[in-house]
């Protein structure tokens, strides 16, 4: 359903800010450096469960869950930015760029209203007669 992504995104910004707050505290880090320990390894626990939000999300909608891979696919590029020697080659600035053009796309398709009826993963979360766990 939407609210629960939306709610779920929510969840994890305020946990990976928090980290990162910690380790602006803790570990002397800036809010400028792009990845700070805890928040990496908060952003790693995530990343799992963000997925399968996100798939559930889209499903609601009627599109696969794989329509959010080219949005994975081109983090990689933003791994090049956490060395320190940076210099942004033209193969990091292509990727991100396609990256964010994915993410942006993504952006809107998950803002759509669910599918008023029933699609190919199942039915409506927002009907009343979506049926029950035990029937």
């Keep these: 359903m939407r609210s629960e992504f939306w709610w779920f995104q929510l969840f994890t910004t305020i946990v990976t800010y928090g980290a990162m707050t910690i380790d602006h505290i803790a ?3 800036t809010f400028e450096d792009v990845a700070t320990p805890l928040a990496v390894i908060v952003i790693l626990v995530i990343l799992v469960p963000s997925a399968s939000v996100t798939a559930r999300r889209l499903h609601d909608i009627g599109w696969s869950g794989w329509v959010q891979l080219p949005v994975f696919l081109t983090y990689s590029a933003y791994f090049d930015i956490w060395n320190p020697g940076f210099s942004l080659s033209i193969t990091g600035t292509t990727l991100m760029i396609i990256g964010m053009l994915a993410w942006m796309g993504l952006l809107l398709i998950l803002i759509k209203d669910s ?21």
């Design 115 to 135: 599918q008023p009826s029933t699609n190919k993963y199942g039915p409506n979360p927002k009907t009343p007669d979506m049926g029950t766990v035990f029937s």
């Design 27 to 29: 570990l002397g880090y």
